[in-house]
Every structure is written in structure tokens, then in C-alpha cells.
């Protein structure tokens, strides 16, 4: 058989978390930093509301129903009117398998082929191989690293073009950790409102930011034109579960939710479904959201204090939100980033992820999660350090 494949899954980029996974698997004492899991494991009461359901209802086996999708759509619309100060209608909500399924049903429903995406680089990699697989064609448009990773709104402004179909904002960004400010996502609406654009926003760390958090759904005039992606995985520590949503005006989200997402996957799995209810029904689900948010904001001053020793091998700005660190590369001016996380691995027995994958600014840069306890963070950065200090670097 002479196998021949179709064009949009010829050239799909690879994230480098599974690349370096495997590189590390031959070593028996590796430390990772690589993951964005969060080291929480889902609340038990989640669990055992689960099992209860289980054990009373034979349809959480079956396919969900509209009844039920709907309880979780009315949660949903009530966490958004405490968020965001709004409450959307059913119709302008849908779920999805995931942050990542809403974000493929939202690119294959909007964007042709060839269409443009302005996409903020660096950003979170699956991006670039899902909008890869909808074939449309990526305007990167780089961060101000030296400005912590601001936007660059010169730039933005100078690469709309006609074909330019959308902006991608991820928010919370993954992994510079770069939080919008109030005026910048002001700023950010007047373009997209000016150029008639779709503003497709991942906030699937919107309960991580560091600073005060100011989300485009909060401009009334702006959720016309605005898709948004949100998830379970982080917020319930519910990656597993494989359970999101999105939101559009319900003429956009009829589009993603019933010609797109139904067909790549009817529904997300039903004991999901219960899984999410269980989150957002009971006030248990926030405490435990409340007690992550705690716990990553003491791993972040325990890394950043590590970092900041460490100023001549790395340089790197202080993440506002979700539970990254960026840094760039100093020195081994021979090695990219791929070549430079294996070395570690190999030397460090430290796992991070090269950051080229995340756009051609994240190029000599590595990507270190600090979901993760303290003291696997303090015992990495030991190993870090000395490995700085055989090359001089400390
Ligand atoms: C920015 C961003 N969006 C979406 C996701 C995917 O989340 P989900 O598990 O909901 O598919 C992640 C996961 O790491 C992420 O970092």
C-alpha cells in the first residue's frame, strides 16, 4: 500500500512536551518541570459525586442529554455573570472535550483555508497545530520580551491585512504569563472592533492571573465579535476529564457547536458532563480552586527566587498569571533550545520544554512549569545550579 495522507496533516507541528517526555524516559531520576498538569489531583467530592451518580443513574454510561448538558450550560452562565458580569444565554454556550476540542470546533468553523490569524508570539504550540490542521495561515505578531512580554499594538496594527480573519489571544498567556492590563485589552478592542475582526480568547487560566484580571468579555460592545474558550482541566485540576466550553454570540456558536463540534465528537463523555456539574455546583469546587490558586502563588515566588539567582545562565520576566516560566537562554550560543533542554536532561536530570515550538520568538527559550510542589522545584533548581556552575554560569 503506497500510504498518502491529506495536505493539513502533513506539516502539523509538535508541541516538544511529548519529545522531551520520551527523551527523558531512559533516565531513571529526572525531575520535570516539562508538565502543565497541576500536582493537584481532582477534589474527592468530585469523585464521589460521580460514583453516586454512577451508581443510581444507568445513563451516565450513555450518551448525555440535552437536560443535562443544559444543567451545566445554566452553571456555566451563572460563573460567567460572576466573572465576567454578564449572563450569556444557553444559546450563546457549548461544551466541548476540552479547552483544546472548543478551540478546534471554533478554527475549522471560522477560518477558510488561507485565511489569516494573527497569533501573538510566543503562545501555547497546540495552537499553531490545530490552526495548522484548519490550514489557515498564521501572522505572528511577537511579544515585547524585554517589556515582559507585552503585546506590541504597532505591530498588531501593521500586520491586519484583508485576508486577516481573527486574533488569538490566550490570556493568561502560555508560557510567558503575560496578563493583559485593563487599558491594553481596551486597546485591543478598538482594533478588533475597527478591522471587524472574530477575537478567539483561550482563557483557560482566567482563574490564575496574578494581577488584577480584566477580560475582553468584559467590554459589552466587544462580545459580538468574541469567541471564548474556557476548561475544567486547570481551574478543578480536571485535565483527565476532558471537559470545556466556549462561548459566541449564539449565531457563531450554532456554527462551532452544531456544524463542527457534534461531528468531531457528539458530546464530551456524560460522566464528564457530572464530573463539571459536581465543580461548579457545590461551593467545595471554588475552595479547591481558591486553595491551587494559593499554592501556585507561593511556587512562583519559590521559582522566581531560584531564577533570579541563576541571572548568567537565564533571563526572564516574572509570570502575571498561569504557572509558567519563560526564560531565555544566556550562553551555549551553539545550542537551540531542543539542544539545550536534552542537556539538561542528560546533565541536570531536569525536564523543561524548548520554546520554539510556542512561535519563532520563543527560539533559545525554555518553557519550566511551576505546577509543581516547593520542594520538587527547590531540588530541580539545586541541580540547575550546579549544573550552571560547571559551566561558570553561577
Ligand atoms: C492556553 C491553554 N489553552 C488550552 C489548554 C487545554 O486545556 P484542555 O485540557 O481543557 O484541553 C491548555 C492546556 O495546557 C492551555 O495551556
Known amino acids: 500500500m503506497n500510504y498518502s495522507f491529506a495536505d493539513r496533516s502533513l506539516n502539523v507541528p509538535s508541541s516538544g ?16 518541570l516539562g508538565q502543565g ?39 456555566i452562565a451563572k460563573d460567567f455573570e460572576e466573572i465576567y458580569g454578564f ?43 490545530q490552526l495548522e490542521i484548519a490550514q489557515a495561515k498564521v501572522v505572528f505578531v511577537s511579544l515585547k520580551e524585554d517589556e515582559g512580554w507585552k503585546l506590541d499594538f504597532e505591530l498588531l496594527e501593521k500586520s491586519i491585512a484583508p485576508k486577516t480573519k481573527a486574533i488569538l489571544l490566550t490570556n493568561p498567556n502560555n508560557p510567558t504569563g503575560t496578563v493583559l ?33 480584566y477580560s475582553p468579555l468584559m467590554i459589552e460592545d466587544l462580545r459580538k465579535n468574541t469567541i471564548c474558550i474556557k476548561s475544567f482541566s486547570k481551574e478543578f485540576a480536571m485535565t483527565g476529564w476532558r471537559i470545556g466550553y466556549v462561548y459566541a454570540p449564539s449565531e457563531v456558536l450554532t456554527k462551532i457547536a452544531f456544524s463542527i463540534n457534534t461531528y468531531l465528537c457528539i458530546s464530551p463523555a456524560t460522566i464528564a458532563i457530572h464530573g463539571a456539574i459536581a465543580a461548579l455546583s457545590d461551593p467545595r469546587g471554588k475552595e479547591a480552586m481558591n486553595g491551587f490558586y494559593n499554592e501556585f502563588l507561593k511556587s512562583r515566588e519559590v521559582i522566581c527566587n531560584r531564577m533570579d539567582k541563576l541571572n548568567k545562565l537565564f533571563s526572564y520576566s516574572k509570570p502575571q498569571g498561569a504557572y509558567y516560566l519563560f526564560p531565555k537562554i544566556k550562553g551555549f550560543e551553539d545550542l537551540g533550545a531542543i539542544d539545550f533542554c536534552k542537556k539538561l536532561v542528560d546533565e541536570a536530570k531536569v525536564i523543561t ?38 559551566y561558570d554560569l553561577l
Do not use: C, W
Open 17 to 32: 512536551i511529548g519529545m522531551m517526555m520520551r527523551y527523558a524516559a531512559s533516565y531513571s531520576d529526572v525531575l520535570s
Open 37 to 75: 498538569t497541576p500536582l493537584f489531583p481532582t477534589p474527592q467530592y468530585i469523585y464521589d459525586y460521580v460514583s453516586e451518580q454512577a451508581r443510581k443513574d444507568p445513563a451516565v454510561g450513555q450518551y448525555s442529554t440535552a437536560n443535562l448538558e443544559n444543567q451545566l450550560l445554566e452553571l
Open 87 to 129: 449572563k450569556p444565554q444557553l444559546s450563546e454556550l457549548a461544551l466541548s472535550v476540552g479547552g483544546v476540542g472548543g478551540l478546534m470546533a471554533t478554527f475549522l468553523a471560522l477560518l477558510n483555508p488561507g485565511d489569516e490569524i494573527i497569533y501573538f508570539d510566543p503562545s501555547y504550540p497546540i495552537h499553531l497545530s
Open 181 to 213: 492590563s485593563k487599558q491594553e485589552v481596551e486597546r485591543l478592542a478598538d482594533i478588533v472592533l475597527k478591522n471587524d475582526l472574530y477575537l478567539i480568547l483561550d482563557e483557560a487560566y482566567q482563574f490564575l492571573s496574578y494581577e488584577e484580571f
Open 353 to 390: 520544554i524548548p520554546g520554539d515550538s510556542s512561535g519563532p520568538a520563543g527560539k533559545r527559550h525554555i518553557r519550566m512549569s511551576f505546577a509543581a510542589k516547593s520542594d520538587l522545584i527547590e531540588k530541580a533548581f539545586d541541580r540547575i545550579d550546579e549544573f550552571a556552575s560547571k
